[in-house]
């Protein structure tokens, strides 16, 4: 059996996402995570992971954190929910959400962030995290790629080779302006049969200085760590304490 399933935006995928981004280490990522947060507010119980996918960070994290999780795709979210049982999950957007409550972390990963299309995008949802945070809170938030690293054309394979699961991806790379577009085209093979699945997705191509001052318009006290936790470097923001 061989079906074709017509490209639409978003994560058409959920049940594939684990198995596609399986080279992450995400024990590693907690680890630093971690350090990186107690640094700035030592006793920071508490934590929200913003487009959380699939939960992967929230699984690491929960050993030091009380965690939470929010995404806007109901099908990441199911999957989240069935690693993480009780840790509480909402659907939300980064832009504009409101959970009537403050955390004393909150991160956005994996480049996340680069779903915002233009700065003012990428303003409200700076702004819209940094209201989450307790005083003294930090947010951490990995970016997408600047835009003169994002080269149209660059041709990229992914492959998955798991005994009950063959996964193809290839990735076609375009540039428009200052938004980066992934045409990713998949061959998904399991023992009922093989797929192919089409997925256009894109992000905003976004400046160290666009990133910087959505950070300092959320009255954040900013940071930029270099390595990160993936090369793409880290924006860190620390709310002022209370007085
Ligand atoms: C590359 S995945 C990263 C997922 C997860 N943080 C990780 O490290 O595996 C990007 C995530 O952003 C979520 N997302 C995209 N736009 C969003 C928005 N406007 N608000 C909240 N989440 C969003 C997607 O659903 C997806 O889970």
């Not at 119980?45 to 996918?53: I, Y």
Request: proline share 4%.
């Amino acid at each position: 059996m061989r079906r074709v399933v017509e490209a639409r935006i978003g994560y058409p995928l959920p049940h594939l996402y684990d198995a596609i981004y399986s080279y992450k280490d995400y024990g590693a990522d907690a680890a630093r995570l971690t350090a990186l947060i107690r640094a700035r507010n030592p006793s920071a119980r508490t934590l929200l992971d913003v487009a959380c996918g699939t939960g992967k960070h929230l699984e690491t994290l929960q050993g030091e954190f009380d965690v939470e999780g929010l995404d806007l795709d109901e099908g990441l979210l199911e999957v989240a929910g069935e690693r993480l049982g009780d840790v509480p999950l909402q659907r939300g957007d980064m832009r504009d959400f409101d959970l009537g409550r403050r955390f004393a972390a909150v991160t956005c990963l994996f480049s996340a962030i680069g779903h915002m299309s233009d700065s003012g995008e990428l303003d409200a949802a700076v702004a819209t995290m940094a209201r989450h945070l307790e005083p003294g809170g930090v947010l951490i938030v990995e970016p997408w790629l600047e835009p003169d690293v994002w080269i149209a054309g660059r041709l990229h394979l992914l492959t998955v080779d798991e005994p009950e699961l063959k996964v193809a991806r290839i990735t076609v790379p375009e540039k428009h302006g200052i938004t980066s577009v992934m045409n990713f085209h998949y061959l998904v093979a399991t023992p009922e049969g093989v797929e192919t699945h089409a997925e256009r997705m894109e992000h905003g191509l976004f400046t160290k200085d666009e990133y910087r001052a959505a950070f300092e318009r959320a009255g954040l006290t900013t940071e930029h760590d270099e390595e990160g936790l993936t090369g793409r470097g880290l924006w860190i923001g620390t709310a002022a304490s209370a007085a």
